[in-house]
């Protein structure tokens, strides 16, 4: 069964405003955790990550938060912009360097 | 939920011998599945698109002479690295559009592990 999900295919948000995209795991012995942004025909980029000693990272527009106790990470983007409009994975490893990547998240930020 | 694996997990060969790694999508049908190769600062280059039952497309710069793919089912692809040497030591992830649920939905495997000594 997926170990990370990401049960929102899709998300529109309007440029300016927070764009939240949600990501929920199933095993507590992932202990780090990332975000890829992917553009069509393209391989995921690495945008930002965070491992599990931190519940906040922040990079410019960009902020993870993660609640261990809920199993949850969450992508912030503040304020979205349309370059932004993406699909967004989120993805956990544990201590064997295996990645677990969530389905997906479409982005589109509306001028 | 859809399960996409691969095998092997982790794999340790000596320079110019050849490595075969299996992506293979679990309860669906994958018409196309894809190969990404894992870079520093662990961005995913996009190999090649692997369609059942026809040749794979190859991105720009990567041979295909060295990487063959082979996706002889609705559930299996295959990544061969032939004459492996040290620098194709990287991380390998495939994933899986599924055929049935009409979306751009991907499913990702949890990667293998080569390092070529």
């Known amino acids: 069964d997926q170990q990370v999900k990401q049960n929102s295919p899709s998300l529109s948000v309007q440029e300016g405003r927070i764009s939240i995209l949600n990501c929920d795991y199933t095993?507590?012995?992932?202990?780090?955790f990332l975000w890829y942004k992917k553009y069509p025909a393209e391989g995921p980029t690495f945008l930002i990550s965070?491992?599990?000693?931190?519940d906040k990272n922040e990079d410019g527009r960009f902020t993870v938060f993660l609640n261990k106790s809920a199993k949850h990470l969450s992508l912030h983007i503040v304020p979205s912009q349309p370059g932004d409009s993406a699909v967004y994975f989120c993805?956990?490893?544990?201590?064997?360097?295996?990645?677990?990547f969530g389905t997906g998240t479409s982005l589109t930020v509306i001028p | 939920g859809a399960v996409v694996s691969q095998h092997p997990s982790w794999v340790i060969c000596k320079s110019g011998t050849s490595v075969k790694i299996e992506c293979r999508s679990l309860d669906f049908q994958a018409t196309t599945m894809f190969w990404y190769r894992q870079f520093p600062k662990q961005s995913l280059m996009l190999m090649a698109t692997s369609n059942e039952g026809s040749k794979a497309t190859y991105e720009q710069g990567v041979e295909k002479d060295k990487f063959l793919i082979n996706h002889a089912s609705l559930t299996l692809s295959t990544l061969t690295v032939t004459s492996a040497h040290p620098e194709d030591s990287s991380f390998y992830i495939c994933s899986a559009r599924d055929q049935g649920s009409g979306s751009e939905t991907q499913y990702f495997g949890p990667g293998t592990r080569l390092l070529v000594l």
């Open positions: 993805a956990a490893s544990d201590w064997s360097g295996q990645f677990y």
């Open positions: 965070i491992s599990s000693i931190k």
């Open positions: 095993n507590s012995m992932f202990d780090y």
